[in-house]
């Protein structure tokens, strides 16, 4: 078993970039209920601080009286930025193959 995002994620990242692109060539933003619902994306907040890591600037704003929040893509990065499991970025092998556990074995 090996930890990190589910196979989904990728094709969720895509589409939400896809969604952000269309909104901001109409200079809006992408609201949280349409991530949500229209998209039917539960990990939205994880997926776009995903796509931050990759080196999009993604600036959030939350409405204050229905705390609900609008996603703006402002830049998109020359080259996106390699995310991943922090041991294979290093080339090595998790010691038990369980995120969990790791901490534990290595004392």
Do not use: C, N
């Amino acid at each position: 078993m090996i930890a990190g995002p589910p196979l989904t994620a990728k094709s969720q990242r895509e589409r939400i970039l896809s969604a952000l692109r269309e909104a901001a060539r109409r200079g809006e933003g992408v609201s949280s209920t349409t991530l949500l619902y229209a998209l039917k994306i539960r990990q939205f907040p994880t997926r776009i601080f995903e796509l931050k890591a990759e080196g999009f600037v993604i600036e959030s704003h939350q409405h204050s009286e229905t705390r609900l929040v609008t996603y703006f893509l402002k830049s998109e990065p020359s080259e996106r930025k390699v995310t991943g499991d922090w041991f294979a970025a290093r080339g090595q092998q998790r010691p038990t193959g369980l995120p969990l556990f790791d901490m534990a074995v290595s004392r």
